[in-house]
């Protein structure tokens, strides 16, 4: 993606924390949840969550929902219930490697390749990008070409503007596995100088999401662009 620059437009990428997720055809996952947190603890993985004893004689299943493990700073969270295995960290490149080893070590000990029942995969990015320019002004600069918005302002006897930029796939409905969902609006402390930037990108193809977590930070940098120019 690529956007004209201005010369004295700055933009600064602060900070990232970014979810990886997928979902799964699962009512309840084919393994043991005990076991796959002591098999994370030999895999260097850090528990954050008790294990129950083992009960004797008794056909009792634990069922996780939550964070259950860390490595480094990225964490690890199951959904039992919903069929849903995330990891959540700071580095893109460390989220999608702790999926990715979590997917590989559940087939290699128990057997289950759970990526044949993926439903879909999800990438969450919460990202900070700090300008040069008043990040306030230059939302509202979208506005001015919006005849609604000044239809709205007469309604409510004041003139309005947009505050957030919510970009979605066009014609397209949120309950589709194909989706992507931007939001950019001014950060709450520092709103003249910051960008506070949501994006979720959902998809049944797993190289499409790996994909859009390498060129994330690149690309809505140059959304922001796209919006000061």
Request: some cysteine; charged content about 25%.
């Amino acid at each position: 993606m690529s956007a004209t620059t201005n010369v004295n437009q700055k933009l600064e990428f602060e900070k990232i924390i970014l979810r990886y997720s997928v979902r799964f055809e699962y009512v309840l996952f084919p393994f043991d949840m005990v076991e796959l947190v002591q098999y994370l603890a030999k895999s260097g993985y850090t528990p954050t969550i008790g294990l129950p004893p083992r009960t004797f004689g008794q056909n009792l299943r634990f069922a996780a929902k939550g964070k259950i493990a860390q490595k480094g700073d990225t964490e690890v969270e199951i959904n039992d219930e919903r069929g849903v295995i995330a990891t959540t960290s700071s580095s893109p490149t460390s989220a999608l490697q702790c999926f990715n080893e979590i997917i590989q070590l559940i087939k290699d000990k128990f057997s289950v390749d759970l990526t044949k029942n993926a439903v879909f995969y999800e990438l969450m990015g919460n990202v900070e990008i700090k300008t040069s320019r008043n990040a306030i002004e230059a939302i509202e600069h979208t506005s001015e070409k919006n005849s609604c918005m000044e239809a709205i302002g007469k309604v409510l006897g004041q003139e309005t503007s947009n505050y957030t930029i919510r970009l979605v796939p066009k014609e397209q409905a949120p309950s589709q596995r194909e989706w992507f969902d931007i939001t950019i609006e001014p950060d709450v402390i520092k709103p003249n100088e910051l960008y506070r930037v949501l994006a979720i990108y959902r998809t049944k193809d797993k190289s499409k999401v790996e994909a859009f977590a390498q060129s994330m930070v690149e690309n809505l940098t140059n959304v922001i662009k796209v919006i000061e120019a």
